[in-house]
């Protein structure tokens, strides 16, 4: 086996799950990440766990969908059993097409989800992990060889995380006591948000791995301005790109889209938590140095923050703040590596990608 | 897609499992079987069900049992969970390779089948049927072309189920009253049991695809004399070929194997019923007309006979008869194509593969 697949393996269950003997796991993968899954089930038996094994197989899950009717999609009281019962999830994206479930009706890819919640909120309660598997598809997707796609997924997975962490939490030392951020690129974004209160948290690798950002949520109601969002992303197995978003009280008053604004629209409208901002990311993986059309990755990628309308993050929100409460959490991206900034209690933290305290941070641009 | 596959697909979904709106499927089928998966998928889509997708990995399997420690099976208690809220299971057999798990250590491989134990009797509970898809390793297994194999086993399966279950009704009228059973092939086999009280029952689709057999439970301690299995099974991953049984009093008291003995030993002291009968089977599915090396369509091939050591049959037992209770339920197979006859209660029902009522019966023998 790819002693870096094993790797992989080891970091998902020792350092993002932290798996002990008699844990109950649950992985589900697709096929094309078979290497994965059996260096995990080789990783979970050395410690004892008990695995089970969920295919993803969209091909299927498109021909059911097409032909299932929208109104009997309840939800499977046998998964909500099964996860109530889950000690550790791990989820392993790396699929044969990113665009399988493309013409599956919104409208049932919306009824699967609404009755697939309850499942959702129990595996929130688990230790769960979001990982990829580097596949041709994926590689396809990124516009690389499969090959340059693998290398790149294992710099980005296999390091030394608490080197990472100690990076991170730098930018986590600004951010939490911070009352507002304004961030500015290009002519077309510059939006100010409050987020006094809230807490700011490093991602280290107990939920994403790669992990590699720091994140907070905005206080729901004080995003204003503009942002345009440079990169595409998928939802549903369709690409939005070219988003543009204007707040106003944290409100989205007015948005656009260069491809499938329809699909951005369909999302905004799903309730009113998805027209406010859920989330504030900034990415700090610095082994993420391109953009792969793969959000678990993207958003980790230095020069970049992402901002996600919808669901606020539990943990970032106290008991005492507003929590922004929706159906939905879709990250979107600002390239941050050019004509940029961001300003934390009106001073710049990092300018065209370059953190204040990194080599090379100009103070007086 | 191949209609082949859609129509082995609605026979389970339909004759087999009798799936409704709403009902929680169970699906396990390793990534070879992805035609029958989408298949299925998309006629429980059609009925309004609610499927989930176990993943079968044979090689994770056995990287996980290698690597675990033998006190460590715990029973899965979200697979347990699982199962008590599933109304169907379809296990879809045809791997990759029949002789994956062939380097576990057996003891392993019995702590994974205690453990799971709890699982397998609930799903007893449920409405499971077992079937195959034609793969290339199943092919090979048969030792078979790919196509011709495709083209026997949708031969088995894709059939005129109603046809069929009338036919093998007459057999179910002559064993259901009997009150004994001997089993004649050969110089190495005479075997002599009694089955008064037991209730014979006809295969025709609700559990095994294909189905075509009759069978019922011997009196646990009725069984008495010889008899040489002339094919081979696969148990654990492991080839057990040229097995004989001495029975005395309905227990195996001499045993024999031309390969595998140790595996066949170990099996035999699981526990007291499995060194004792639990079921007397006669194939009647003339479709299938050559072995391959898959019990479940071996069993059914019209000019053999399989018996099983270990556990009897739920339903062939009534509350007041003995029940031959058992860990183990292994079916061996008795060629009864030449030199053969099956008598019921002192009168020939079949000779040299032919049934009494059936053209070609020669009743001057």
């Known amino acids: 086996m790819d002693e870096r697949v094993r790797q992989h393996a080891e970091i998902l269950v020792d350092h993002c799950a932290d798996v002990q003997r008699g844990d109950m796991v649950q992985i589900t993968a697709s096929k094309q990440a078979e290497d994965l899954v059996v260096a995990l089930y080789e990783a979970l038996g050395e410690r004892g ?19 299932m009717d929208e109104d009997d999609y309840t939800t499977k009281a046998h998964d909500l059993a099964a996860i109530e019962e889950t000690d550790v999830v791990f989820l392993v994206g790396g699929g044969p097409n990113a ?21 959702l909120e129990e595996r929130l309660g688990t230790r769960w992990v979001i990982t990829t598997h580097p596949t041709a598809a994926g590689a396809q997707q990124a516009e690389m060889s499969t090959g340059a796609y693998e290398q790149f997924v294992y710099d980005a997975v296999n390091k030394d995380w608490a080197e990472q962490s100690e990076f991170q939490a730098q930018m986590v030392e600004l951010l939490d006591p911070a009352e507002s951020v304004r961030i500015v690129s290009g002519e077309s974004t510059d939006l100010t948000m409050r987020v006094d209160g809230m807490q700011a948290l490093n991602d280290d690798g107990d939920r994403n791995m790669p992990a590699g950002e720091v994140f907070t949520s905005p206080v729901p109601d004080s995003v204003e301005g503009e942002v345009y969002f440079d990169k595409p ?8 790109d070219g988003v543009s978003l204007t707040f106003e009280d944290g409100e989205v008053v007015d948005f656009a889209a260069d491809q499938n604004e329809d699909v951005l629209e369909s999302i905004l409208d799903t309730d009113d938590g998805a027209r406010r901002l859920g989330e504030l990311g900034i990415g700090m993986n610095r082994d993420i140095d391109r953009f792969t059309y793969n959000m678990l990755f993207d958003e980790k990628m230095g020069d970049t923050v992402h901002l996600a309308v919808g669901a606020a993050i539990d943990e970032c929100v106290p008991e005492d703040r507003e929590f922004n409460d929706s159906a939905v959490h879709m990250d979107m991206i600002v390239d941050m590596s050019e004509d940029s900034f961001i300003e934390v209690d009106g001073e710049v933290v990092q300018r065209n990608g370059t953190f204040r305290f990194e080599d090379g941070f100009d103070t007086e641009q």
């Open 99 to 119: 665009f399988e479930t493309s013409d599956v009706p919104p409208a049932k890819s919306q009824a699967g989800s609404r009755a697939h919640q309850p499942i």
């Open 49 to 67: 766990a008990r695995p089970s094994l969920t295919w993803s197989l969209p091909k299927a899950s498109r021909a059911y969908a097409r032909a």
């Open 233 to 240: 992303l998928m939802r549903q197995g369709n690409e939005i």
